[in-house]
Structure formats: C-alpha cells, structure tokens
C-alpha cells in the first residue's frame, strides 16, 4: 500500500482527497510531522468505522503514542490529545459527558436561538453596508467569523472581551505550520484561558452551557474540573470553526455556479439543499484526528492493524462515486437523496449540527437578500487554504458587496 502525505500548506485539497480515494477505502497516509496512520476514504466504510466498539478514541491504544514515537511539541498534539473530554472517551464515560452538551444542543432548544442568531447577523450586515463602497471585503473576517463566534460564547457564556485571544491561539492550535517550540506554551495558554473562564462561571453563573456543567458536577454527575475545561474547549473550537467554514464555502459554491445561484435567489432551490450539498462536496472539515483500533478489522480487502491510528478523511469520503454516483464531483444543489454525513455519524456525531445549520440557513438568505449583486472580487483559482490538514479553511474570501438592496445605486 502507497503511503500518502497530506500536505501541510493544503494546496491542492480536492486533489489529495482524489488521491485518496484512488488508494481505496483504507490508505495509508502521513500526517505534517512524520506521523503514519491510516484514513478511511469512502462513505459506507466510514459509517461503518465509527459505529465499530473496535474503533475507540483512547490514545493508550495507539501504538505509535506508547511506544513515546508522538512529541508534545507535534503541531496536531492539541487534536490527537486533547485532554479528557466527550471527545476522547467511550461508552459510559462519553455518554455522562455528552448528555449535559446534547440537551443543550436540542434541535428544539437550537431553535430558540433563532431570535439571537437573526439579530446578530442583522448587526453584521449593518456593518458591512457600512463599509466604503465598491472596494473588496473579507467576507470571512467581516461576516463569517464574527457570527459563529459570538453564537456559541454566548451559548457558553464566554465574555467578548475574550475573542481577540481566543482567535490567536486558535489559529496556532489548528495550524500546521505552528513551530514546534511554540505548541506547549500555546496548550497551555489555551487551558490557563479556558479555566479563567470555568473559574468565573463559577463564582458567578450564568444561563449558559458553561454554568451548567459546573452546577452539574456540583449536583452528583461527576464532571472533573478537567472535564469541564476541556468540554469547554472543545465545543468553543468546534462551535465556530465548522460554520465558519460553511458559510464561506457556500459562498464560494454560488458564486462558482452562477446558474445555481440564479435559482437559489429566485426561490427555485431552497437554501436547505444549498447548505447540504456544501456539506457534501466542499465540507468544512477535512480530515477529524483520531480514532485508534484495538484489534486487526478488515476494510474492504485490506486491514486496519491493531493499535494504529485511524483518521476520517471527509473531504475524499464526500465525494465518493459509489455512494453519489458519477456526479459525485459536481455541486448540485438539488441532490436528493443527499444522505452525507459531514457531521460524522455514530455516538460521537457532532453534537452542534443543528446550531451550525441554523446559523447558516439564517445568515446566508440574509446575506444574499442584502447583497444580491455579491461578487469575487478575485477569481476563485486565486482562493488559497490555510496550512491546516483537519480543516477546510480559506485564508480570506474577497468580495464585492454591490449595492444593498434598497441603496442608492
């Protein structure tokens, strides 16, 4: 079996997913700092990875990790791990941890957010209509990365004052290219950060998810100050990096199929099936670190060995012929059945999948509504991801506003 690298600067994502793919349902791949593990590439052998007890999510099972092979100073430490949270623990113990998370996370109790995510995305607009006219605008920093931020704080109860940090060490956390000598302190600035938060919910709760994780560890469920602080960590991270990306790449994809978007705005094409299809064919997460198999388990007509490590490579596995059909490689937002599962699928599938999809089905018609005339304001081939392998993250996404509908043209 061909060992794959993925590229640490992710200049050519659709390619390596192709790539991939063309390697068959396990490849052999080589993560930025020399780390081998496998990654399953096509959808019905994903679904059926992460619902296998084989797969399991504690890193002692790794061999690589015991054999002491992982440095604390590799790039992708803070993904592979993590600390204890519901992402990294099994069966009971992830069960306890998540329950808190998905109650609060509801498709119901995400629709009494809709109120908040509206105004919010209100306030953006205004600030871009405010902008000089006529000139380019990031769009993802103006209008995609304000919103989900303040979304899931709120949600959590993390003060504003916080986000200019928080987007700091994120970005080292999630890159490749964060040099080795710099990943240690930024761990640990990320858990001095989200303790200080911890620590003041706890003197002064609040409604939010943050208070009520402490108030249940108070109350008997055994969440370990550990526990609440990563949880914390994870859902801040994972809350807006996915959306963020979402609502940029279905951006992208309008403004690339300008037939598509003719009938998206028209009403021909619900934005439901636009946001969809994103998720399929140009979804926000590329690759999740890391799983781990505690026996052999046949793939197709190779095998996941005991003890290594196992990555879901979303971005080859969401455009899989065998489950698409031949025109897997093309957005059609009027795809049905469109059964993806860019959210993962199994006990750990994400639990914000109902928030980032109410997000985004609230932010994009609205976006679009005050700027029909939006346009790139570089061609697309000029778009260039971020050195980060886990997401599908642009550095910018230039735009041309137009007139706002109801502006002096």
Same mark, same amino acid.
């Given at each position: 079996?061909t060992?794959?690298?993925?590229d640490?600067f992710?200049?050519d994502?659709?390619?390596e997913?192709?790539?991939?793919?063309?390697?068959?349902?396990?490849?052999?791949?080589?993560?930025?700092?020399?780390?081998?593990?496998y990654?399953?590439?096509?959808?019905?052998?994903?679904?059926?990875?992460l619902?296998?007890?084989?797969?399991?999510?504690?890193?002692?099972v790794?061999?690589?990790?015991?054999?002491g092979?992982?440095?604390?100073?590799?790039?992708?430490?803070g993904?592979?791990n993590?600390g204890?949270s519901?992402l990294?623990?099994?069966?009971? &113990?992830?069960?306890?941890?998540?329950?808190?998370v998905?109650?609060?996370?509801?498709?119901k109790?995400?629709?009494?957010?809709?109120?908040g995510i509206e105004?919010?995305?209100?306030a953006?607009?205004?600030?871009l209509a405010a902008?000089?006219a006529?000139e380019p605008v990031?769009?993802k920093?103006?209008?995609?990365?304000?919103l989900p931020m303040?979304v899931i704080?709120?949600l959590?109860?993390? &003060?504003?004052?916080?986000?200019?940090?928080?987007?700091?060490?994120?970005e080292?956390?999630?890159?490749?290219?964060?040099?080795?000598?710099?990943?240690?302190?930024?761990?640990?600035d990320?858990?001095?950060?989200?303790?200080?938060?911890v620590?003041?919910?706890?003197?002064?709760?609040?409604d939010?998810?943050t208070?009520?994780?402490?108030a249940?560890?108070?109350?008997?469920?055994?969440?370990t100050?550990?526990?609440?602080?990563?949880?914390?960590?994870?859902i801040i991270?994972?809350?807006?990096?996915?959306?963020?990306?979402?609502?940029v790449?279905?951006v992208e994809a309008?403004?690339?199929?300008p037939e598509?978007r003719?009938?998206?705005?028209?009403?021909?094409?619900?934005?439901d099936?636009?946001?969809?299809?994103t998720l399929r064919?140009?979804?926000?997460?590329?690759h999740?670190?890391?799983r781990?198999?505690?026996? &052999?388990?046949?793939?197709?007509?190779?095998i996941?060995?005991?003890g290594?490590?196992l990555?879901?490579s979303?971005?080859?596995l969401?455009?899989?012929?065998e489950?698409?059909g031949?025109?897997a490689?093309?957005?059609?937002?009027?795809?049905?059945?469109?059964?993806h599962?860019a959210f993962?699928?199994?006990?750990h599938?994400c639990?914000?999948?109902a928030?980032?999809?109410?997000?985004?089905?609230?932010a994009?018609?609205?976006?679009y509504?005050?700027?029909?005339?939006?346009?790139?304001a570089v061609?697309?081939s000029?778009?260039?991801?971020?050195p980060?392998v886990t997401?599908?993250?642009?550095?910018?996404?230039?735009v041309k506003l137009?007139?706002?509908?109801?502006? &002096?043209?």
């Open positions: 079996m060992r794959i690298a993925l640490p992710v200049r994502l659709d390619g997913s192709a790539a991939l793919r063309a390697a068959g349902p396990l490849a052999e791949v080589e993560l930025p700092g020399g780390v081998h593990v990654a399953v590439t096509r959808h019905a052998e994903a679904r059926a990875l619902t296998d007890s084989r797969v399991v999510k504690d890193i002692n790794w061999n690589a990790w015991r054999r092979e992982i440095p604390m100073d590799w790039p992708l430490i993904l592979a993590p204890r519901m990294t623990v099994d069966g009971a &113990d992830h069960r306890r941890l998540r329950t808190l998905a109650q609060a996370l509801t498709v109790r995400v629709e009494r957010l809709r109120a105004a919010l995305t209100n953006s607009l205004e600030k902008l000089p006529g990031d769009l920093a103006e209008f995609a990365y304000p303040n704080s709120e959590m109860g993390v &003060d504003a004052a916080d986000h200019p940090r928080l987007k700091e060490l994120f080292k956390f999630f890159s490749t290219q964060t040099p080795p000598e710099e990943v240690p302190q930024m761990m640990a990320l858990g001095t950060l989200f303790t200080k938060i620590d003041g919910k706890r003197a002064n709760p609040g939010d998810l208070s009520a994780l402490i249940a560890s108070e109350n008997g469920d055994h969440l100050d550990e526990e609440i602080v990563n949880t914390l960590q994870l991270a994972a809350g807006h990096e996915t959306t963020i990306s979402l609502i790449n279905v309008l403004q690339t199929h598509q003719k009938k998206v705005l028209n009403g021909e094409i619900p934005w099936g636009v946001i969809e299809e064919w140009n979804t926000p997460t590329s999740v670190l890391i781990f198999a505690t026996e &052999d388990i046949e793939v197709g007509d190779t996941l060995p005991k290594e490590g990555i879901i979303f971005g080859a969401g455009r899989d012929e489950q698409y031949p025109t490689g093309e957005f059609d937002a009027t795809r049905t059945p469109n059964r599962i993962g699928h199994g006990p599938v639990p914000g999948a928030l980032s999809r109410l997000e985004a089905g609230i994009l018609p609205a976006l509504e005050r700027f029909p005339e939006l346009d790139l061609p697309a000029d778009l260039r991801n971020k980060i997401q599908n993250d642009l550095h910018e996404l230039p137009g007139c706002p509908f109801g502006g &002096d043209a």
